[in-house]
Antibody, heavy 117, light 108 residues
């Protein structure tokens, strides 16, 4: 079954850190670029970060640049998002997304990150 | 940075009616536009890519058009399962790849 499953979300205090993971199954992760996309409660979608299939190229939204790091381990069929210096405005559902290059064709179910004291 | 503006914010229609959703880019993005559908409590789903190409499994009642700065998603005859929020996203060569703010299609 082709799917993406995120984990690692939870409640964290402002200034804290969290690492999200995304497990891929049913397809060869190393064949695809991948992205993280988030959605604040009741709000729209926000593209967060993107990584090339080898991991050599990474891009970030200005809102997370310098605080978040995207990475991948193709052998472990996993994508990661290390989030540091978290702020209240980072509170959102974070989606792992398969990105063939010009679109997102597969989404995970999302993991909720809540930043609050 | 390219900004996408969707209109209207909310569209109130009855099943069987035609829905026309707009997405306008702040500068030309050629045909590099994607449409997604999101239902409550679910992840988004790919509908249309490269402005006018239906994704696998998407019914023919969904169509996309436009190029440059003005794009349209049309649902020819609304089915009950089509009531949802629709987002456009620009996918030009380099990030960032912002989304529009969404259009909610609700039952009238």
């Amino acid at each position: 079954q082709v799917q993406l499953v995120e984990s690692g979300g939870g409640l964290v205090k402002p200034g804290g850190s969290l690492r999200l993971s995304c497990a891929a199954s049913g397809f060869t992760l190393s064949d695809y670029y991948m992205s993280w996309i988030r959605q604040a409660p009741g709000k729209g979608l926000e593209w967060v970060s993107y990584i090339s299939s080898s991991g050599s190229t990474r891009y970030y939204a200005d809102s997370v640049k310098g605080r978040f790091t995207i990475s991948r381990d193709n052998a472990k069929k996993s994508l990661y998002l290390q989030m540091n210096s978290l702020r209240a405005e980072d509170t959102a559902v974070y989606y792992c997304a398969r990105d063939p290059g010009t679109l997102v064709d597969l989404w995970g179910q999302g993991t909720l990150v809540t930043v609050s004291s | 940075e390219i900004v996408l503006t969707q209109s209207p914010a909310t569209l109130s229609l009855s099943p069987g009616e035609r829905a026309t959703l707009s997405c306008r880019a702040s500068q030309s993005i050629s045909s590099s536009l994607v449409w997604y559908q999101q239902k409550p409590g679910q992840a988004p789903r790919l509908l249309i890519y490269a402005a006018s190409n239906r994704a696998t499994g998407i019914p023919a009642r969904f169509s996309g058009s436009g190029s440059g700065t003005d794009f349209t998603l049309t649902i020819s005859s609304l089915e009950p399962e089509d009531f949802a929020v629709y987002y456009c996203q620009q996918r030009s060569d380099w990030p960032p790849w912002p989304f529009g703010q969404g259009t909610k299609v609700e039952i009238k």
